[in-house]
T-cell receptor
Framework: DAKTTQPNSMESNEEEPVHLPCNHS???????IHWYRQLPSQGPEYVIH???SNVNNRMASLAIAEDRKSSTLILHRATLRDAAVYYC????????????FGTGTRLQVTL | DGGITQSPKYLFRKEGQNVTLSCEQN?????MYWYRQDPGQGLRLIYY???????QKGDIAEGYSVSREKKESFPLTVTSAQKNPTAFYLC???????????FGQGTRLTVV
């Protein structure tokens, strides 16, 4: 399975944009890029996913590099409720895959 | 409401006892997954199932067993062979393809 690399932790001030990076240099052409986040003592929740084009939804934006070897999750205005661990994973098309998580990025948001 | 339910939320067992964690979903998803999470760590895949009556080992299957007799249910048994069973266990489900996965709220197992 293709692996992802994320920084262990990041900090942001409230109401400022946050850019969470993810490297996936061994990504294959059929891998979708998924992002999940996990609040303390809860199960992860889906945030966004994409293949080649940038994607926007109510929670965040996903910017995908032209060569697809990296991506960035963008939170446009961080709030204290966005403090969580953010996971970037690769999901192949076709039948359900193993759905393997890495260690993620712990985002701290301060006033 | 559709969703995925894990029970119980907290579970205590004595060392040497087997224990079964429940995971039920009413989302009509084919695929189900079990993960283990230790404090400050990421999720590690224990077992996954893509269809009823079929399942595959994940990265840390030793000491665990599962069954998938019904589409809605994917129970995980933590056996006495698991050397360090105290952890937070998460169950997830998804449709096939690239669809998002939905997670339960987890079961925190403590073995004393």
């Amino acid at each position: 399975d293709a692996k992802t690399t994320q920084p262990n932790s990041m900090e942001s001030n409230e109401e400022e944009p946050v850019h969470l990076p993810c490297n996936h240099s061994t990504i294959s052409g059929t891998d979708y890029i998924h992002w999940y986040r996990q609040l303390p003592s809860q199960g992860p929740e889906y945030v966004i996913h994409g293949l080649t084009s940038n994607v926007n939804n109510r929670m965040a934006s996903l910017a995908i590099a032209e060569d697809r070897k990296s991506s960035t999750l963008i939170l446009h205005r961080a709030t204290l409720r966005d403090a969580a661990v953010y996971y970037c994973i690769l999901r192949p098309t076709g039948t359900a895959s193993k759905l393997t998580f890495g260690t993620g990025t712990r985002l701290q948001v301060t006033l | 409401d559709g969703g995925i339910t894990q029970s119980p939320k907290y579970l205590f067992r004595k060392e040497g006892q087997n224990v079964t964690l429940s995971c039920e979903q009413n989302l009509n998803h084919d695929a189900m997954y079990w993960y283990r999470q230790d404090p400050g760590q990421g999720l590690r895949l224990i077992y996954y199932s893509q269809i009823v009556n079929d399942f595959q080992k994940g990265d840390i299957a030793e000491g665990y067993s599962v069954s998938r007799e019904k589409k809605e249910s994917f129970p995980l048994t933590v056996t006495s062979a698991q050397k360090n069973p105290t952890a937070f266990y998460l169950c997830a489900s998804s449709t096939t393809g690239i669809a998002e996965a939905f997670f339960g709220q987890g079961t925190r197992l403590t073995v004393v």
